[in-house]
């Protein structure tokens, strides 16, 4: 199983980026997926997180940031508008899945993409 992200770069302060991650590998179910930051010499912190019961959003990205899904696919979007230098941090994508060849649940990462805000 393997999480792939893309979508950082170098943006100005109020402009938009989307994050994207996909899962790929031999699975026999996804649960929750959602993306987590972490900032220099900061604890990594949830972003944003979906299930099919709904979203989950940190409180300091409500109504700027958007998380969707496409459950065929197994990709996961991150639509951040309104940026602020303090969204500045390495985003990593995460999945709870179950591969075929174990059926059992396990948690997964992403490699980081990072996001810079510049003011």
């Known amino acids: 199983v393997q999480l792939q992200a893309s979508g950082g770069g170098l943006v100005q302060a109020g402009g938009s980026l989307r994050l994207h991650c996909a899962v790929s590998?031999?699975?026999?179910?996804?649960?929750?997926m959602g993306w987590y930051r972490q900032a220099p010499g900061k604890q990594r912190e949830l972003v944003a997180s979906?299930?099919?019961?709904?979203?989950n959003y940190a409180g300091s990205v409500e109504g700027r940031f958007t998380i969707s899904k496409d459950s065929v696919r197994r990709t996961i979007d991150l639509w951040m508008n309104s940026l602020k230098p303090e969204d500045t941090a390495a985003y990593y994508c995460n999945a709870n899945v179950m591969p075929a060849s174990t059926r059992t649940w396990k948690e997964y990462w992403g490699q980081g993409t990072l996001v810079t805000v510049s003011s």
């Open positions: 590998g031999n699975i026999f179910a996804t649960n929750s």
């Open positions: 979906i299930t099919t019961s709904g979203t």
